[in-house]
T-cell receptor, first 115, second 111 residues
Framework: AQSVTQPDIHITVSEGASLELRCNYSYGATPYLFWYVQSPGQGLQLLLKYFSGDTLVQGIKGFEAEFKRSQSSFNLRKPSVHWSDAAEYFCAVGASSGGYQKVTFGTGTKLQVIP | KAGVTQTPRYLIKTRGQQVTLSCSPISGHRSVSWYQQTPGQGLQFLFEYFSETQRNKGNFPGRFSGRQFSNSRSEMNVSTLELGDSALYLC??????????FGPGTRLLVL
């Protein structure tokens, strides 16, 4: 069974600073990998996804993530954080199982942005 | 295309009652998944429906049930509500085995 670990429960960064959110997964084959963002009281919005190909994936809102098979990681990055990026971020891994995809979510990282 | 819609957005119920939540997927999506989100347990998978059939089920008691209609709309039902059922219930739709797109959720408060 696959699993996802987001080691940082809470991260605080200054506006304009760079950001990296960590995500480690466990799965025997090449997984599907996702990053979602959730604003308070809202649903999850897809930021980006990796299925195959180029290991550096560009997403919306200036985010990118890099798949590193050797480290079983899929860290999310942004070069310059904006106050509106304050939210909770979820990494997820999907794996085909019996003809459908089972998605497992990490516990999330809450991002606080200070002026 | 319209996104995933969920109704109602907010609900207040009392212990012992039952509740039905509705989810309309993105047009053309045949898979609908339900999740429960709480501060303590995070995002937990409830079940997934595809073409009116439950394909996968999480580790929840039988009080939690669901169904999917021929137009792919889905409902989930929770019977005999408990205080611990208070949560944000999220629905996600996908086209087959691809990316899940989430609705805004239904916030359920059990008193």
């Amino acid at each position: 069974a696959q699993s996802v670990t987001q080691p940082d429960i809470h991260i605080t960064v200054s506006e304009g600073a760079s950001l990296e959110l960590r995500c480690n997964y466990s799965y025997g084959a090449t997984p599907y990998l996702f990053w979602y963002v959730q604003s308070p009281g809202q649903g999850l919005q897809l930021l980006l996804k990796y299925f195959s190909g180029d290991t550096l994936v560009q997403g919306i809102k200036g985010f990118e993530a890099e798949f590193k098979r050797s480290q079983s990681s899929f860290n999310l990055r942004k070069p310059s954080v904006h106050w509106s990026d304050a939210a909770e971020y979820f990494c997820a891994v999907g794996a085909s199982s019996g003809g459908y995809q089972k998605v497992t979510f990490g516990t999330g990282t809450k991002l606080q942005v200070i002026p | 295309k319209a996104g995933v819609t969920q109704t109602p957005r907010y609900l207040i119920k009392t212990r012992g009652q039952q509740v039905t939540l509705s989810c309309s997927p993105i047009s053309g999506h045949r898979s609908v998944s339900w999740y429960q989100q709480t501060p303590g347990q995070g995002l937990q998978f409830l079940f997934e429906y595809f073409s009116e059939t439950q394909r996968n089920k999480g580790n929840f008691p039988g009080r939690f049930s669901g169904r999917q209609f021929s137009n792919s709309r889905s409902e989930m039902n929770v019977s005999t509500l408990e205080l611990g059922d208070s949560a944000l219930y999220l629905c996600a739709s996908s086209f087959g085995e691809e990316t899940q797109y989430f609705g805004p959720g239904t916030r359920l408060l059990v008193l």
